[in-house]
């Protein structure tokens, strides 16, 4: 089994429940905000949706500039507008992260992967760490927040590893025993 390939169990359930929480964003609250300083609903869970992307990235490339000195990047991200395009875009986006993953070699696993921005060096270390240490933590992260924006809107919160308060107790039990 490679690195990549033992990596698949946790990837599958992170994208589960990830595609949970993404399936509860309402669209008519798609342009709230929590604070001036925040990013919108639609925003934050774009941003999600497309993290998983980040791993074929990762996978098939050495290097990105995410602000080139050009100010031509190479990567535009798709249009989403609404929960329609955001779980079409993280199905796509999850389905060849997984795909690479399963297929990557452990010596491409190791070589190294650096993150620029206009030509500057942010980082630079194996591609393991920056599927593990970056991407997979960055989307737990900001699935997180969602969570919050959620409870402020009063939108039921998906249990993810477990129930959440917004789940019948006593069937989450049940369902345990």
């Known amino acids: 089994m490679t690195i990549g390939q033992s990596m698949l169990g946790e990837f599958d359930q992170e994208m589960q429940n990830t595609r949970k929480i993404l399936e509860r964003v309402p669209d008519e609250k798609w342009n709230w905000k929590p604070h001036e300083k925040s990013g919108t609903v639609g925003w934050l869970a774009a941003h999600i949706a497309l993290l998983p992307g980040w791993t074929t990235m990762t996978v098939n490339t050495e290097e990105f500039d995410y602000a080139p000195v050009s100010g031509k990047s190479s990567y535009q991200p798709p249009k989403i507008e609404n929960r ?34 206009g030509g500057q060096e942010l980082f630079a270390m194996p591609r393991v760490a920056v599927l593990r240490g970056v991407v997979m933590n960055h989307l737990i992260h900001h699935r997180a927040q969602l969570g919050v924006y959620f409870r402020l809107l009063d939108v039921a919160v998906p249990g993810l590893y477990g129930p959440s308060a917004d789940e ?7 369902a345990a025993n």
């Open 84 to 117: 329609k395009d955001l779980l079409a875009a993280f199905d796509k986006e999850s389905a060849e992260a997984r795909s690479a993953l399963a297929s990557v070699s452990d010596q491409e696993m190791m070589k190294t992967w650096k993150l620029l921005a």
């Open 168 to 174: 019948n107790q006593a069937t989450a039990a049940g």
